[in-house]
């Protein structure tokens, strides 16, 4: 299939069938600021119909034998792979990058994780007088809202997880990549009965319309802070269950110990991962003072030899996927220069080929108080700051609204445990930073977000979990 094709045979995924409606939207590719495909857009209408689709087709799925709902999600997880290379032609467009669709390989190990994993049974009591047990049930009809930075990948997460327990879903992706989420409907849909998935490609109203709808139980959001609270109090009126999976600025603090070579290249590596569009990623540095200046010239050098550029001219950082964020990350460097930050690499935005080019970019002479500290860049720019004490340096990485994630880095792992214990985050790591495992429970607190992805915590997000006891006898004596 020529691209063109690829391009014209999406549409909105409604009851088992594809969708085109008359209204269309551009989808910019990031590494041109050019069109780079159209597609239909929903608009509230065709959203209430998926809807009903999905509660429509839940008696039926949630009836299903739990074992034929786990085998279609390994099918659907084995076919991502099959299909890659259409996927990727289309994720590379939204995304402004060869590899756009990277996220693809992750997906059937995420779809085995879920489908090996039955729906446990926990028996809290078991005796003559009684059986106490808890179950999982569905909850209903999933609302499930990505972003741009890994939507193929957040998208199906959330899919696998709601099918696995019986609901049915309505997926909107972000109207900035939408491509390859559509994509993933034309190739699941005939794994599925009519309506358990339905995937609408369409704007924020389209995304308040699923939360607000009367008929969707649950809301599974992953996006910014901003958008996570307006949804989170639009569900609470409802009394819908809530998963937030929201920002984040993570801190990692490198003990006086470590190889510094070594350290800097993994730090590079978690902070400026898909352009340090990852929610997951390093976004504040604090490093010991007698290596400080060790560690800033040797992620200087790093960066100095990554290029940020279309593949095709040499490329190694990928652009801002979205024209505002370009816009965020520039303003931010521009605060933290005309505060009084130095760029030991990068500082300046690419410009010559169009797009969303931003430098690879290490400040010093930053400090809490300055914006590139306290807020989410998710681009591809690292401040970096000396301690002299280590707890001075846990206080101000916990001195934040956001904790998804945190780090320590040391070759005294007793210390760098007792230190990471002390982040107010999701998870924290000694030695590692930026991953996301289907078996290892993900999710922040504060402002980063309600709940947990991954793991039996992430199934069980999406199961209302029933208290079942039963008496041995109708009558006690
Ligand atoms: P965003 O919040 O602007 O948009 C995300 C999605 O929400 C889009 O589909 C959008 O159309 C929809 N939306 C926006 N407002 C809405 C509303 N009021 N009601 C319903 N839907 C609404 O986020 P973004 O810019 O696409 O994504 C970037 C953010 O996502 C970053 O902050 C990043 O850290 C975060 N993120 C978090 C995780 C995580 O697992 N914690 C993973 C990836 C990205």
């Not at 898909?274 to 010991?288: F, S, T």
């Not at 914006?371 to 340096?393: C, K, N, T, Y």
Request: aromatic content about 6%.
């Amino acid at each position: 299939m020529g691209l063109q094709e690829n391009i014209d045979s999406l549409g909105h995924l409604i009851n088992g069938e594809i969708v085109r409606n008359d209204e269309f939207f551009d989808v910019i590719d990031p590494s041109t600021g050019q069109v780079g495909a159209r597609v239909p857009l929903a608009d509230v209408d065709l959203l209430n119909r998926a809807v009903e689709a999905a509660d429509a087709a839940l008696p039926g799925w949630a009836a299903t034998p739990e074992e034929e709902r786990r085998a279609a999600i390994k099918k659907m997880g084995a076919t991502t792979m099959e299909f890659l290379g259409e996927l990727n032609e289309l994720a590379s467009i939204e995304k402004g990058n060869p590899m756009g669709a990277g996220e693809a390989f992750v997906i059937p190990g995420f779809a085995d994780h879920v489908a090996d994993s039955p729906l446990p049974i926990d028996v809290i009591e078991e005796n003559e007088k009684r059986v106490v047990r808890v179950v999982r049930k569905p909850i209903g009809v999933i609302a499930a809202i990505s972003p741009w930075n890994a939507p193929i990948l957040i998208s199906a997460e959330k899919i696998f997880c709601a099918l696995a327990v019986g609901n049915t879903i309505v997926v909107k992706p972000s109207p900035f990549t939408p491509l390859a989420t559509l994509k993933l409907g034309l190739l699941w849909k005939d794994m599925l009965p009519p309506g358990v998935l339905n995937i609408v490609a369409g704007g924020d109203d389209v995304g308040r319309a699923l939360v607000a709808h009367p008929k969707t139980r649950m809301v599974s959001f992953t996006g910014s802070v901003a958008a996570g609270k307006a949804i989170a109090e639009a569900a609470g009126r409802q009394m819908k269950n809530v998963l937030c999976e929201l920002g984040g600025n993570d801190a990692a603090i490198v003990l006086p110990d470590v190889d510094v070579p070594a350290v800097a290249q993994e730090i590079f590596n978690s902070a400026f991962l898909m352009g340090g569009q990852v929610c997951a990623a390093v976004k504040r540095l604090y490093v010991h003072e007698t290596i400080y200046d060790d560690m800033v010239s040797a992620l200087a050098g790093i960066a100095n030899a990554t290029k940020a550029a279309p593949a095709a001219e040499g490329g190694t950082l990928v652009p801002l996927v979205t024209k505002p964020q370009y816009e965020r990350v520039k303003e931010l460097v521009e605060d933290a220069f005309a505060n009084g930050a130095k760029a030991a690499a990068g500082g300046n935005a690419v410009t010559e080929y169009g797009g969303y080019f931003f430098e690879p970019t290490i400040l010093t002479n930053v400090a809490p108080g300055m914006r590139i500290v306290d807020e989410e860049q998710f681009g591809p720019v690292l401040p970096v700051m000396p301690f002299s004490d280590v707890q001075a340096a846990v206080a101000e990485a916990n001195a934040s609204e956001y904790g998804l994630c945190g780090s320590v880095w040391t070759n005294d792992l007793d210390e760098g445990a007792r230190v990471a214990a002390q982040l107010e985050c999701g998870t924290a790591w000694v030695n590692h930073h930026a991953d996301v495992d289907p078996a290892i429970p993900f999710g922040g607190v504060k402002d980063s977000g309600i709940g947990r992805s991954n793991g039996q915590q992430g199934l069980d997000a999406y199961a209302e979990l029933q208290t079942q006891i039963v008496y041995a006898t109708t009558a006690r004596k």
